[in-house]
């Protein structure tokens, strides 16, 4: 199976300010199709996940555009560009280029 | 509207079965594959397995196989997972997703196991 390792475990940021997450695969995802299978959800608390990025760097239909999604190959990350109150939860990347889908044990983001 | 609408809590024993329903509305259920992605208390999300749009091929994670089944209803629009011989350890709320890139998630039905 894929293992998929996200950094930092949790973060805390000042609104206003940019957060970054880090998520690295065992395998390439860059599928034979050109696409990578790579997403970003969104946990806030007591929710269901929400898709934030689908196939690398797509936003999902009304995730705000200060989400962005960029990588290759098996590095990848997910950038706020102004943390908002909003924005707090636990964000999972996922790959689903092969069987199992695995997902990353999680980055919390707290709001200083 | 689009949705996944889930069945309600459940509290079973050790050694129990639970079967969990998803219901999806508008086009999910025809053309989509139907996941189920579980969450331990206090734990990240795991894959349990899914079923095809046709409903006649499923896949499942290794530590699932044997004891879970996924079964899709076309008359009633929707999508069964069912969990055998269950423990403690598979407390958890479990959720249904359709296609990863769909958005479309259930809200989750909480599976209690204790004696």
């Known amino acids: 199976d894929i293992v998929m390792t996200q950094t930092p475990p949790s973060l805390s940021v000042t609104p206003g300010q940019p957060a970054s997450i880090s998520c690295n695969s065992t395998e390439s995802l860059l599928h034979s199709d050109g696409k990578t299978y790579l997403y970003w959800f969104l946990q806030r608390p007591g929710q269901s996940p929400q898709l934030l990025i689908y196939e690398l760097s797509n936003r999902f239909s009304g995730v705000p555009d200060r989400f962005s999604g960029s990588g290759s190959g098996t590095d990848f990350t997910l950038k706020i560009s102004r943390v908002e109150a909003e924005d707090v939860g636990v964000y999972y990347c996922m790959h689903s280029i092969q069987f199992p889908p695995t997902f990353g044990q999680g980055t919390r983001l707290e709001i200083k | 509207q689009v949705q996944l609408v889930q069945s309600g809590a459940e509290v079973k024993r050790p050694g129990a079965s639970v079967r969990v329903s998803c219901k999806a509305s508008?086009?999910?259920?025809?053309?989509?594959?139907i996941h189920w992605v579980r969450q331990a208390p206090g734990q990240g999300l795991e894959w349990v397995g899914c079923v095809n749009p046709s409903g006649e091929g499923t896949n499942f994670a290794q530590k699932f196989q044997g004891r879970v089944t996924m079964t899709r209803d076309t008359s009633v629009s929707t999508v069964y997972m069912e969990l055998t011989r269950l423990r403690s350890d598979d407390t958890a709320v479990y959720y249904c997703a359709a296609n990863w890139g769909s958005g479309y998630w259930g809200q989750g039905t909480l599976v209690t196991v204790s004696s």
């Open positions: 508008g086009d999910i259920f025809t053309g989509y594959y």
